[in-house]
């Protein structure tokens, strides 16, 4: 099985999330691979910033989620390990520079996000930033 390290973010805009839809119908946070001695804090914003044209800050670790898929190309099972940062930004504008990649998107209510969102452990993923977020910012938590 091939390893591939990953990063990402789960950016959060006052009391919302931003979220994007997948050219497979999924709804993701925004997350890629981690370049030649990059760390894994600076290729999360990085990919924050390339596909979706938010410059955020990290203000905290969020976790990490592993996915598994079979690649055609590689002809062989890969695994991708993506650590996890939550992020804040100060205006809901965004733009999405893979437009076949990804259809829709925007900064939705943590109640309306967690019903979107694809994945079971991207939902705890997605929780458990929100509580680090709001424990950072001195929010108080809706969800």
């Not at 290729?43 to 898929?69: C, N, P, S």
């Amino acid at each position: 099985m091939h390893l591939r390290d990953c990063a990402g973010g789960v950016i959060f805009y006052e009391e919302k999330v931003f979220l994007f839809m997948n050219e497979k119908g999924e709804w993701v946070m925004p997350k890629g691979l981690i370049r030649n001695n990059e760390s894994p804090q600076d290729a999360a914003l990085r990919r924050v910033f390339e596909e979706t044209g938010i410059k955020a800050e990290i203000i905290d670790h969020a976790g990490q989620t592993y996915y598994e898929f079979y690649s055609i190309t590689r002809r062989m099972p890969v695994c991708n390990r993506i650590a996890w940062f939550v992020m804040k930004t100060g205006s809901e504008e965004f733009c999405i520079s893979e437009k076949d990649k990804y259809s829709e998107a925007g900064f939705f209510p943590i109640d309306k996000a967690m019903e979107l969102v694809t994945y079971t452990q991207d939902k705890s993923l997605l929780l458990n930033s929100y509580r680090k977020y709001c424990q950072r910012t001195g929010r108080q938590p809706r969800y």
